[in-house]
């Protein structure tokens, strides 16, 4: 029932559950996929303090310059030009 009190061992369960439902989801992408949709985010939110090591991670799976740059511009169009340029600016 919502905003119950629930026992130790029905929260374990439940985190336990939810953590195995994250895990699956996440297997849908790869590691690049992630990293792109991880850069895209934080580009997104203009969150510059997370999104350097999220270049640190799309590259070292596998992602070079480009691709990161390409990821970049076509965000401009969701997030808006400033943030991109932001986020191109971070990168460099």
Known sequence: MWLSPVSDEQYR?????????????????TVREQAIVTVASYTGKGD?????PAFVQALEVGMNINEV?????YVYAYCGFP???RA????M
């Open 13 to 29: 369960v439940a985190i336990t559950e939810a953590t195995n439902r994250y895990a699956e989801v996440n297997k849908a992408l």
């Open 48 to 52: 510059l303090k997370h999104l350097k």
């Open 69 to 73: 740059n390409e990821v970049l511009i």
């Open 83 to 85: 943030r991109s340029l």
């Open 88 to 91: 191109i600016q971070t990168f």
